[in-house]
């Protein structure tokens, strides 16, 4: 039951959330690949060679699989036929057969005026069958690698599917593995697993994996409970957060504090005053040459320029990852209206972000945390020894770091300054395997290493450490308790020769 003063918690699902609608975040999957979008009607998406248009995914389940067609339209796949004739027969081995191009009558200009006619990749796969004079002859499973491998290139079939920890993590990973750090998934999947994630949780959270670990904490929460994101810089990172496509109802438990102002909190010179002045040292370091109002007013017109000039560096990323602005309240400087009404819609934001900023000081000052999650590119050693000061006791916290030595040297910080128990540096060793009817083997190729954990949980300071006097007298009785009896000569027994 929820209390008077309770905010309400997260709705049941809907029963048509697992329908794709207008504005959703979704996955696209093409074998192995994987690409996240935002539905938006008639805009172009480009996934493997392949433009389409969304438009007709919309009212559709996740899950479901949609063929390319002429125009770029999507439309849903058929179930699949049964395999023809000519796939049943197959050879006994393929020590007689040849690579010497010659086995395939159709040239690519046959291939690309098949293209131009409109005829369906599955249609061209099963005329390259036909038209391979060493098909027939080669063995069954050869057959099926040979007719997999052609699907791929000619067929253009894409699944929909929804955004999840798993999908997200496999997507980063495998295409822009620097942007988490090189956390492999299952690295991720032991941090939300030694982090004790649940809901109802407080759990603080410093990452630079653009929102990866973020997103995989709230969608494990469910919700409920508290986030506190401590980032470096101008404003936190969250990028795959928001391919997530979380409700509003999620954002509620969400808070965020700026890192260079976790020194003070642990002090107690923390104020209000010090968030007011956030945005203008953040402004521009050049303002102490000249005055800040000048500067101020062309500022605005700087942001847009800048983002543009980002983008257009980075042609990469924009084409990987068609996220949307974060901040959903983002319109183009055309639809913007008069700048006064601008600049008094950002003021309108920063203040409400100041609000939640003494919100998230609030909780932290506490010092209650349910539990730490480290996951950055920053030494780790500074960073866990200030912030598990707002962990409470008997909580668990988890540093990722891609390299092992930070780590060996944060835990040795750890042991000398004691309030932890159960360290444990660990490595997770991940393979891949193939599973298929009487060809189950592990893949040839595997990852190489997917980064390290430093896991503990807190207990509450000796209080021997505080009391000096304590702490000799208890030394003094150790070494009573290790010091040995010296041990008695005995004489030996003189032996008559």
Not at 281 to 305: C, I, M, P, R, Y
Not at 369 to 385: E, K, M, Y
Request: aromatic share 8%; glycine share 8%; hydrophobic share 30%.
């Amino acid at each position: 039951m929820e209390g008077p003063g309770e905010a309400p918690g997260p709705q049941p699902p809907h029963p048509e959330d697992h329908r794709i609608r207008d504005g959703d975040f979704v996955v696209l999957k093409r074998e192995d690949v994987f690409k996240a979008v935002q539905v938006q009607r008639r805009k172009k998406v480009t996934f493997e060679k392949q433009w389409f248009y969304l438009d007709n995914i919309i009212g559709h389940s996740y899950g479901t699989t949609f063929e390319v067609t002429n125009g770029g339209s999507l439309q849903p796949k058929k179930k699949k036929e049964e395999p023809t004739s000519e796939t049943k027969e197959a050879g006994t081995d393929n020590r007689n057969i040849i690579d010497d191009g010659k086995s395939q009558k159709l040239t690519q200009d046959d291939i690309k005026a098949l293209k131009d006619k409109g005829i369906k990749g599955e249609e061209i796969v099963q005329q390259l069958i036909e038209n391979s004079t060493t098909f027939r002859d080669k063995t069954e499973f050869a057959q099926d690698k040979y007719i997999k491998k052609k699907k791929k290139k000619y067929e253009a079939i894409i699944t929909v599917v929804k955004p999840s920890t798993r999908i997200l993590s496999i997507m980063y990973y495998a295409r822009e593995p620097g942007k988490i750090n090189h956390m492999r998934y299952d690295t991720l999947a032991q941090m939300l697993t030694l982090g004790n994630i649940r809901a109802g949780n407080k759990m603080i959270v410093m990452e630079t994996c653009a929102g990866l670990v973020l997103g995989a904490m709230m969608e494990r929460m469910g919700g409920f409970g508290s986030i506190i994101q401590l980032y470096p810089g101008g404003g936190p990172v969250r990028a795959a957060t928001a391919c997530f496509g979380f409700p509003k109802s999620f954002l509620s438990g969400l808070y965020e504090f700026p890192l260079n102002k976790v020194d003070s909190l642990l002090n107690g010179t923390f104020s209000a005053e010090m968030l007011s002045s956030e945005p203008k040292d953040s402004a521009s370091v050049e303002e102490s040459n000249g005055t800040l109002e000048e500067k101020q007013t062309t500022e605005q017109e700087k942001e847009d320029s800048v983002a543009e000039a980002q983008e257009s560096h980075h042609p990469q990323e924009q084409e990987t990852m068609e996220i949307v602005s974060q901040d959903p309240e983002y319109k183009e400087p055309k639809e913007r209206g008069s700048k006064k009404d601008y600049i008094q819609e950002k003021q309108r934001r920063q203040e409400e972000q100041r609000k939640r900023h003494l919100e998230a000081a609030a909780l932290l000052s506490e010092r209650n945390a349910d539990g730490l999650i480290v996951a950055s590119r920053f030494h780790p050693t500074p960073l866990l020894l200030t912030l598990l000061d707002f962990v409470a006791p008997s909580r668990p916290f988890v540093v990722y770091c891609q390299y092992k030595e930070p780590l060996l040297e944060c835990y040795t910080k750890l042991r000398e300054r004691g309030g932890v128990i159960n360290l444990r540096l660990s490595e997770t060793w991940l393979r891949n395997y193939q599973v298929l009817p009487d060809r189950s083997h592990p893949k040839l190729l595997m990852s190489g290493g997917g980064g390290y954990l430093l896991s503990g949980f807190t207990v509450a300071m000796d209080n021997l450490k505080a009391d000096p006097s304590l702490k000799s007298n208890a030394s003094t009785l150790e070494l009573h308790k290790t010091e040995e009896p010296a041990a008695k000569k005995r004489k030996c027994p003189e032996s008559d020769s």
